[in-house]
């Protein structure tokens, strides 16, 4: 059974940073993609970053050289640095694993994102 843990998020002021964590239950190996998506009140989910198995990656616009993604093979975590916080940016995020037309898509429980003025 797969399962996503994500840890890592507060509340912090704007300018901070905090480091997302998403950790699977299954080898990260198996996923055609694995990415982060936010979630604010009121607002549909929306993609912040994907990388796909052959290590493409997209960010958002709005994240664009602020937020870093990167992945530790050997725990089947991924990571996602967010840095220059700003209040906008205020949400649930969520991991998702896999998804598209080949493959079942895996969500975690989301981690709340603060970020007060």
């Known amino acids: 059974q797969v399962r996503l843990v994500e840890s890592g998020g507060g509340l912090v002021q704007a300018g901070g940073s905090l480091r997302l964590s998403c950790a699977a239950s299954?080898?990260?190996?198996?996923?055609?993609?694995m990415g982060w998506y936010r979630q604010a009140p009121g607002k549909q989910r929306e993609l912040v970053e994907q990388r796909t198995a052959g290590s493409n990656i997209n960010y958002a616009d709005s994240v664009k050289g602020r937020f870093t993604s990167s992945r530790d093979n050997a725990k089947n975590t991924v990571y996602l640095q967010m840095n220059s916080l700003k209040p906008e940016v205020t949400a649930t995020y969520y991991c998702?694993?896999?998804?598209?037309?080949?493959?079942?898509?895996?969500w975690g429980q989301g981690t709340q994102v603060t970020v007060s003025s």
């Open positions: 299954v080898s990260i190996f198996r996923f055609n993609a």
């Open positions: 998702k694993a896999g998804g598209g037309s080949a493959q079942l898509a895996y």
